[in-house]
């Protein structure tokens, strides 16, 4: 393994206890019923931990968009042509009368004051300058799952570092809480891949629709998935992401580690998103104290992702569009329940009798 990348890992400590026991002990005092804000509490609590202070108060919101291109999708696994990916990223970055960028993710960031950054992962094409697109691509795209590996392990962890650092700028930005996004034409065959083989689970069970499939599209998306999990038994999880995954995904594994390593919490946006974390928290347990998950998308295996990570989404919207959309949406919630724990009096403080 490369060193930096070693080191990024190692340095991912767990959440502050003492932090977290404190944070419990001020929500049993705040001026509410005991459980009146739901999960807002056990929220709160984690965000404590990942903070490291009983009153947590994150700021910054940034949106990491990491696109590349899949030779998977040269085999029919998607509605779309991979011919969409960059079109689509000159949307994120594109001029519109209401600001920077024309894709769903850009409108809400907009709306609730989300910072987007966009990534060349690995695109398919000629992508024009732009001053807001970071180049990162190694290969134009992956090589086809179904008959090699998808990356060499190189490529694999060059991007896992690439996404650190565009992650380190983030912060340094003034981001507390990040979000990893993607785009991609054919991603969630190799989301559904890594997440078969890292939960040992019949790709069946694990694979859906992406951009909407129909039945006969979805049969051979999944015996596309089967041949390439039958080409190599590994286990090891960057070799699995080498294997089987995209560059963009090896981008939002970097973005994820970084957070963790600068304890900054983490929102998970859906499947492709999941599958990158799967991998995170395979080669840092610790890694998953720092994740959020927004909601539980459309995508069939995003339900067995966090049933394996331990953890809970935060609504359930029926999104499967992917860029981060989800992630974003959600970042009120948590930043909402920071202030709770955070602003709100104790019955102490208030003067108000128990």
């Known amino acids: 393994m490369n060193h930096d990348l070693s080191t990024l890992i190692q340095s991912i400590l ?9 944070a419990q002990a001020r929500q049993a005092q705040l001026t509410k019923p005991a459980g009146a804000l739901g999960d807002l509490e056990a929220l709160s609590v984690r965000l404590a931990g990942v903070f490291g202070t009983p009153t947590p108060h994150p700021r910054g919101v940034a949106v990491i ?6 030779g998977a999708a040269l085999d029919g696994v998607s509605a779309y042509p991979p011919e969409v990916t960059p079109m689509m990223v000159m949307n994120f970055l594109a001029d519109t009368p209401c600001g920077a960028g024309g894709a769903a993710v850009n ?10 950054y966009v990534m060349d992962a690995g695109v398919n094409a000629d992508l024009p300058d732009h001053p807001q697109l970071h180049r990162h691509a190694v290969r134009r ?23 650190a650092a565009l992650a380190r700028q983030a912060i340094a930005d003034g981001a507390d809480v990040l979000i990893p996004g993607e785009m991609g034409i054919g991603n969630t065959t190799p989301a559904a891949a890594i997440t ?9 069970a694990v694979t859906g629709r992406g951009t909407g499939v ?6 051979h998306k999944v015996e596309v998935i089967k041949e390439a999990l039958e080409r190599t038994g590994t286990t090891d999880p960057l070799d699995v992401l080498a294997e089987f995954g995209g560059y963009e995904i090896a981008a939002m594994l970097g ?25 995170g928290v395979a080669l ?60 709100m009096r104790t019955f102490e403080e208030a003067g108000v009798p128990t």
Do not use: K, W
Request: hydrophobic fraction near 50%.
């Open 14 to 22: 767990p959440a502050d206890q003492e932090a977290m026991a404190r």
């Open 65 to 70: 968009v990491a696109a590349g291109d899949h």
């Open 107 to 116: 409108a809400i960031a907009r709306t609730v004051g989300a910072q987007v």
């Open 141 to 163: 795209g992956t090589r086809n799952l179904r008959v090699t590996a998808a990356m060499t392990r190189e490529e694999t962890e060059t991007l896992v570092l690439a996404g």
């Open 196 to 204: 078969a083989r890292l939960l040992n689970a019949d790709p069946a």
């Open 214 to 219: 129909d039945d006969r599209t979805l049969a």
């Open 255 to 279: 973005v994820m580690l970084q957070a963790a390593a600068n304890r900054r919490a983490v929102i998970l946006d859906g499947f492709v998103e999941g599958s990158a974390a799967l991998v």
């Open 284 to 343: 840092a347990p610790h890694l998953r104290e720092y994740l959020f998950p927004a909601g539980e998308c459309a995508e069939i295996g995003h339900a067995a992702q966090l049933r394996h990570l331990g953890l809970t989404p935060m609504f359930r919207l029926g999104l499967r569009l992917g860029e981060g959309t989800g992630g974003v949406l959600a970042a009120p919630l948590l930043l909402s329940a920071a202030a709770t724990l955070r602003e």
